[in-house]
């Protein structure tokens, strides 16, 4: 009954690979949000989505692309990947409106080689 | 573009110590405030969060927090630190922008507690 989870926990990959990574919420939410963390812990967000919109931050490369079959999931795919995308990527939910926190899923660590 | 500072990158305390943790954020709107923590190796957890009413909120583990609006800050305080308090901590700001909601994370304070 995990609220929030991605799959898969750790993913090794070449350069050049493509990757996916999933994340399924069952809380209800109609927002979920990628985010990356780098060596340095600092979190960086890098899609905000819900059914009426897609925020994406600037700085993200157009390699990465969400895709949402539907409300409950949000899924990261990574093409051409490199070695700077060696990170771990945490999937996080809440409801648009109201006073709510974000839950978040355990992370996936890329490592890319 | 709002953004949220944590001014203590890494901070070192004996067990007993008391802490303070500071946060500001730049958003002139309506936010929704959030300290979250983070154990070595596992997702963040929420500790306490403030959407509104009385300031000085409460959360799990004796942490609190104060909200003080005119200087746009949302410190993170416990009197007495334990060594299972060593984590990383991260202030964040939720706000609407839009249709869609932002949750913008500072950099995050390395809190770490000697025996």
């Known amino acids: 009954d995990t609220a929030v989870s991605q799959t898969p926990k750790y993913l090794v990959t070449q350069m050049g690979n493509d990757k996916s990574i999933k994340c399924e919420q069952n809380?209800?939410?109609?927002?979920m949000y990628w985010y990356k963390q780098d060596s340095k812990k600092f979190l960086k967000i890098m899609f905000s989505?819900?059914?009426?919109?897609?925020?994406i931050n600037e700085t993200v490369p157009n390699r990465f692309s969400p895709k949402s079959p539907d409300k409950a999931h949000l899924n990261l795919h990574i093409n051409s990947l490199e070695l700077g995308d060696s990170a771990v990527y945490f999937c996080?939910?809440?409801?648009?409106?109201?006073?709510?926190?974000?839950?978040f899923g355990q992370g996936t660590r890329l490592t890319v080689v | 573009a709002q953004s949220v500072s944590q001014h203590n990158h890494h901070v070192i305390l004996s067990e007993a110590a008391s802490l303070e943790l500071g946060c500001n954020y730049s958003?002139?709107?309506?936010?929704?405030l959030f300290w979250y923590v983070q154990y070595p190796g596992q997702h963040l957890q929420l500790l306490l969060k403030?959407?509104?009413?009385?300031?000085l909120v409460k959360g799990i583990k004796g942490f609190e927090a104060e909200f003080i609006k005119s200087k746009f800050s949302f410190n993170l305080r416990k009197p007495s630190v334990q060594w299972s308090d060593t984590a990383e901590y991260f202030c964040?700001?939720?706000?609407?922008?839009?249709?869609?909601?932002?949750?913008?994370f500072g950099s995050g304070t390395q809190l770490t507690v000697l025996p």
């Open positions: 964040a700001v939720s706000f609407s922008s839009g249709s869609a909601r932002q949750l913008t």
């Open positions: 989505y819900n059914n009426k919109e897609l925020i």
């Open positions: 809380l209800g939410h109609d927002t």
């Open positions: 996080a939910s809440s409801h648009r409106t109201g006073h709510t926190e974000a839950f």
């Open positions: 958003y002139g709107g309506t936010v929704n």
């Open positions: 403030y959407f509104s009413g009385d300031p």
